[in-house]
């Protein structure tokens, strides 16, 4: 990062269709750390979280639980809100797209771009997927109606839109993407910077078919629309600073923004329409922004369904709020998906936290008692362990610009613990107890002085992670950890004469597992291999299609399965799908089901479907196959 006089760093505001999990905390916790160590080093710091409450998919989940959008949205906002409180996350603003004064910033924004011609109405008609409030092209759709991001499927649409203008802005962001290099890692921009080179299209911004959303200026007198919930939520990086209000002055002082952590699965939105619209309006796009992976638990993707997914205060209350932090931030390099599993939690805050640190505190507080009354001093340290100091200076330079600016924070931490290798090594190598015992007191009393000093080298870098924690531990080493104290350490001060402290350990050790197991639901319908392969399934193609009368769910198919004639399959699929635009697909049906009647026709076969909250969809080949291909 280099020294600057500022630093803005934001989480994505998360959605407020479910209540926080593993992965919001596990990017809010990169987030605070990030800040903490920015302050820590006397930065002037402006950290900014949220939520994101308008949409499409927030209107339907409250009517389904009987609320307005907003009661819905102040409701699952507040436990985001609550949950950073009681984990002390140190944010400066916690900013909601219901505030006043977002609305009023997104609709400044909108009526600039407007103005400049980048905004025009025209009509949308294609897929969009509700899940992910987005719209969908046609050639990356997965078996022709999938979302190819969350795999549900889409709807088709066609209302009134207006546009955002983003084809006019192509060169210009893949010049910032190739010369500014401004994602992390480095091997996610590939990706976008592909997106992008294979053509983008304008941006729908606005809706019709639901009002629970931002209404467009009233310059503009359009009433029936709504802005879209991306060009909504990505402004409240501004709109937090007052972008849009009477005092702008907290824009002119931290944008542009240093660092935008957010999940993968966002990325292209903050790296290709996200600066778009700040070119659009005049702003300088953001320095950085780095994309994590996601979590699984025990190997398995978690669902509601497999009852696995982790809540993390539940986590934070078994084991402590800091030892999950550390377990998050050490556990995975960023970027690259992590697996949670209490056993590996546990391991760290044993082996990392336990041994390695805790116990060597532990070591020098029982030395300093025994032989030196808890008299600590460093007068003697370089005269006699010079190389284990210089080491550790070593692995202190440039440490924060190598691994914490890179978002690399699990190898910061891995660096710290090369200092406490450091120190253990000393202790086992030099033995005080027989530097004691041969009368080398001097020497003995430098060596302590010299883990004293090891140790503070890693409590000041790991307060940010730990803070807390680290506080104890400084406490006992005769500090307080603070920007001055931080400075002093980094710079290579040595501690000053104290008398140690005895504390508690700080990690008691672990004996088993404190959380409540997994219940895995109990699946009773198994079917053995050979049970599996009496099901015939083959592929079909819709030859006729018609309403069968009466019947409100009903349609009359002939399917072709490369026999003699084409069978008569009766579906209950008329709520999902018009007869014609059936006629010439193709379609999965098990074949050896024995004919039924409905309706007082006979249907031999059934189609293959899958049905959730978004809709039915058919199952179809990827490709169009032979009729009667068996599908194995």
């Known amino acids: 990062m ?84 009681e984990f002390e996350i140190s944010y400066d603003k916690f900013i909601r797209t219901t505030d006043p004064e977002h609305i009023r910033g997104v609709q400044k924004a909108f009526l600039e771009m407007y103005k400049k011609g980048d905004i025009y109405k025209d009509y949308y008609e294609g897929h969009y997927c509700v899940s992910c409030e987005s719209f969908v092209a046609p050639s990356q759709l997965v078996n022709e109606e999938l979302c190819p991001d969350c795999g549900k499927p889409t709807r088709i649409i066609k209302e ?60 503009i007198n359009d009433p029936k629309h709504v802005v879209y919930v991306w060009l909504d939520a990505l402004f409240n990086y501004l709109t937090a600073l007052g972008y849009g209000s009477d005092d702008e002055s907290m824009v002119n002082k931290y944008w542009p923004a240093d660092l935008h952590i957010v999940g993968k699965d966002i990325l292209k939105f903050h790296a290709v329409y996200w600066p778009a619209f700040l070119m659009s ?165 430098a060596l302590i002085g010299l883990i004293a000093n090891l140790l503070a080298m890693v409590i000041v870098n790991l307060h940010p992670v730990m803070p807390k924690t680290t506080q104890k531990a400084a406490k006992a080493l005769g500090f307080e950890i603070n920007a001055e104290s931080f400075k002093n350490i980094m710079d290579g001060k040595l501690l000053e004469d104290f008398v140690i402290e005895k504390i508690p350990p700080l990690f008691p050790k672990i004996e088993k597992p404190l959380m409540k197991p997994v219940e895995k639901k109990e699946v009773d319908n198994l079917i053995t291999i050979d049970e599996f392969f009496k099901v015939e399934l083959k592929i079909g193609e819709i030859v006729e299609a018609e309403d069968v009368k009466k019947s409100k769910k009903l349609l009359r198919l002939m399917v072709d399965l490369g026999e003699e004639k084409p069978r008569q399959i009766v579906a209950g699929i008329k709520e999902y799908y018009n007869p014609q635009d059936l006629v010439g697909t193709q379609v999965c049906v098990v074949s050896n089901l024995k004919p039924a009647k409905l309706m007082g026709m006979i249907s031999e076969g059934m189609l293959l479907a899958a049905k959730d909250e978004n809709g039915l969809s058919l199952i179809r080949p990827e490709k169009r196959k032979k009729v009667g291909t068996p599908i194995k």
């Not at 505001?13 to 999990?21: L, S, T, W």
């Not at 010049?175 to 053509?199: M, Y």
């Not at 760290?348 to 936290?353: A, F």
Request: hydrophobic share 35%.
């Open 160 to 219: 009134e839109s207006y546009f955002f203008r983003l084809s006019k802005y192509q060169d210009k962001i893949l010049d910032w993407l190739k010369n500014k290099k401004p994602i992390l890692p480095e091997s996610k921009a590939n990706e976008v910077i592909r997106f992008v080179e294979e053509g983008l299209k304008d941006l729908s911004i606005t809706r019709t078919s639901f009002e629970w959303g931002i209404k467009l200026p009233k310059e």
């Open 281 to 445: 309006i005049g702003y300088p796009l953001p320095k950085k922004i780095a994309a994590h992976g996601w979590w699984t638990r025990d190997g398995e993707k978690m669902s509601k369904s497999k009852g696995n997914v982790i809540n993390p205060k539940e986590v934070a209350d078994a084991y402590g709020i800091e030892n999950f932090r550390y377990f998050l931030l050490r556990e995975v390099p960023f970027g690259a998906d992590g697996d949670f599993s209490e056993r590996a939690l546990i391991d760290r805050i044993n082996n990392d936290l336990g041994n390695d640190f805790g116990n060597l505190l532990n070591r020098i507080i029982g030395m300093a008692y025994k032989y030196f009354d808890g008299k600590v001093t460093s007068k003697d340290v370089e005269k006699y362990y010079i190389n284990e100091l210089s080491e550790a200076r070593e692995i202190l330079k440039d440490l924060e610009q190598r691994t914490l600016w890179k978002m690399q924070l699990h190898k910061f931490l891995e660096e710290l613990w090369k200092i406490l290798s450091i120190g253990n090594k000393a202790i086992d190598t030099y033995k005080p107890w027989e530097l004691v015992k041969n009368g080398e007191l001097e020497k003995a009393a």
């Open 2 to 85: 280099g020294e600057c006089k500022k630093y803005y760093l934001t989480t994505p505001i998360y959605y407020v269709n479910d209540v926080p999990h593993i992965g919001h905390a596990y990017t809010t916790i990169i987030a605070d750390t990030i800040a903490r160590y920015s302050r820590l080093k006397g930065i002037d710091t402006f950290f900014l979280t949220g939520t994101d409450e308008h949409g499409q998919k927030i209107e339907e989940a409250a009517k389904k639980r009987g609320k307005s959008p907003k009661e819905y949205a102040d409701e699952i906002s507040a436990k985001f809100k609550e949950l950073w409180d």
